[in-house]
């Protein structure tokens, strides 16, 4: 695979959402050489001199005011990553990995970190190769840097921690060796330029971010599904209504359910003659809340992009003034609100899924489609349980939205007296977008069983699509059986991407 050049500064959501998705190796533009290099020599030049600089030949934290002999500034740096090598739990997946160095590369491609070329030249290497630092998930506060886990990456560019290759975990140093590597002997500054940053916390945002609007776009697709398994009305999602408000998720929520909707049978049958007045909100309302839902993403994207960009070490070598400042860039509170605010929309666009499923299998308001949409109620229980597993999902993703960046508390010796917890802000995303798939795939299940009770009618040409691609792995359900591994199946279509796959019309884009 080859490499994407990324320029520091300049990179898009788009390349970012290549690097998550498609683990594509990556590397800098070479202008920024100049920059990284001339950063490099004046922290070498500090290093050999009198004046006390943080982290370069002081000690750390509440330490700094202890010096440093200049021949010992290696020793320094080497015991730092070894020290702060402290994270617990399960190893981050391998894109997440992949993707962290790829931020801690942009980092340091703004010129300011201080780091030799040839750090940036190893990290590089080992994306190109396949050397993917084994990375604890727990440990980090989000403040002064995602230090234990970016220590655990850092580890294994001087040769320490453990590594996969070729899907085998191994010592690190034999993990580069085996790629034809070698690792490094850190300078002044340089293990702390590895830790002090936000990549940690902000690749779990965007984790959570492009699996979140994978499954917005999903919510819009199974939602239009479910509008026509309980006969509703497109008359919502006429384009005046939407534009009287203005708001553009809404807008371009309704655009999209009209035209993945367009040509239906069943709506056209009851289009006159229907002696409902109005649909429930959950079916009337849809662009409105995840419209809404999308806007949130779309703005915690932004902040995303931004930080991705960012340097967020300590301290920076700055050009003008010509100094070396000691900072506060490695706080991830911007990547906390964020992360708060993507899982307040995920959480959102569940509870309205989990209404429509609500309503599919009850008999007094679907409109007709028998008890939990099974062909034989009383002997079969059909789907019951099914919506009672998303109602649990549902209220599980409620209470993992309430906000974690206002959750802060004191560390190294109060030092670090307001952090960010950002990190675990972030991380909660993966969880709360398996969720609501589990939730949107049960859904899935529901509307294709309501569509196909009104045959001979069928929905329109792109959602007959859809049911046929989620009939493909997953047949009716005529009579009860055993549906664990089939509700699986149902959130893996949905989180893979193969039921938008399936639908062949273009839906809003994030990065739009």
């Known amino acids: 695979m080859s490499a994407l050049t990324l320029v520091p500064g300049q990179v898009s959501l788009t390349q970012l959402a290549d690097i998550y998705w498609n683990e594509t190796p990556v590397v800098l533009d070479q202008g920024c050489r100049p920059a990284v290099e001339a950063a490099a020599a004046r922290i070498a030049e500090a290093a050999a001199g009198d004046q006390p600089v943080y982290g370069v030949n002081t000690g750390f934290g509440k330490l700094a005011s202890l010096k440093i002999a200049a021949k010992d500034t290696s020793a320094l740096q080497r015991n730092l990553i070894l020290s702060h090598c402290c994270g617990v739990g ?281 008890p939990f949409l099974t062909p034989d109620p009383g002997l079969n229980s059909g789907f019951m349980i099914a919506e009672v597993t998303t109602a649990a999902l549902m209220s599980e993703n409620k209470h993992l939205a309430n906000p974690c960046v206002t959750d802060s508390t004191p560390t190294s010796a109060n030092q670090e007296d307001h952090v960010s917890m950002a990190a675990h802000g972030a991380r909660r995303l993966t969880r709360m977008v398996k969720n609501l798939n589990h939730i949107l795939g049960i859904e899935l299940l529901c509307a294709a069983q309501g569509v196909e009770f009104r045959a001979p009618l069928v929905t329109s040409a792109p959602l007959q699509r859809v049911i046929a691609r989620l009939r493909a792995d997953i047949p009716p359900l005529a009579e009860d059986r055993y549906l664990a591994p089939e509700l699986e199946q149902a959130k893996d279509l949905v989180a893979s991407g193969a039921i938008l796959g399936a639908l062949g019309v273009p839906l809003p884009e994030v990065t739009a």
């Open 90 to 370: 399960p190893a981050v997946q391998r894109r997440l990995a992949r993707l962290m160095m790829a931020l801690k590369l942009l980092s340091f491609g703004r010129g300011a970190s201080g780091v030799r070329w040839a750090l940036v030249d190893l990290l590089q290497q080992m994306l190109a190769r396949g050397v993917t630092p084994v990375i604890p998930a727990q440990g980090s506060v989000g403040a002064s840097g995602d230090l234990a886990p970016l220590a655990h990456m850092t580890a294994v560019v001087i040769g320490q921690g453990e590594a996969e290759l070729d899907g085998t975990v191994m010592p690190g140093a034999q993990a580069l060796k085996k790629a034809g590597l070698e690792p490094v002997q850190l300078g002044p500054k340089e293990g702390l330029a590895f830790i002090n940053g936000t990549q940690f916390s902000t690749a779990y945002a965007l984790a959570g971010l492009f699996e979140g609007w994978r499954a917005a776009q999903n919510a819009l697709v199974v939602s239009a599904v479910s509008t026509d398994a309980i006969m509703g009305s497109t008359a919502p999602l006429q384009p005046e209504i939407h534009a009287l408000r203005g708001h553009r998720g809404q807008i371009e929520a309704a655009s999209a359910m009209r035209a993945v909707l367009q040509g239906s049978e069943i709506r056209e049958s009851h289009r006159e003659g229907d002696s409902r007045v109005q649909d429930p909100y959950c079916i009337r309302c849809q662009p409105q809340v995840t419209g809404a839902a999308m806007d949130v993403i779309r703005q915690a994207a932004a902040t995303l992009q931004t930080e991705a960009n960012a340097a967020t070490d300590n301290p920076l070598v700055l050009s003008d003034p010509d100094m070396i400042v000691s900072g506060g860039n490695f706080h991830a509170e911007p990547v906390g609100f964020a992360a708060d605010m993507i899982a307040l929309a995920l959480s959102e666009i569940g509870a309205i899924a989990q209404r429509r499923i609500a309503l599919m299998v009850d008999p007094t308001l679907s409109f007709d489609l028998p």
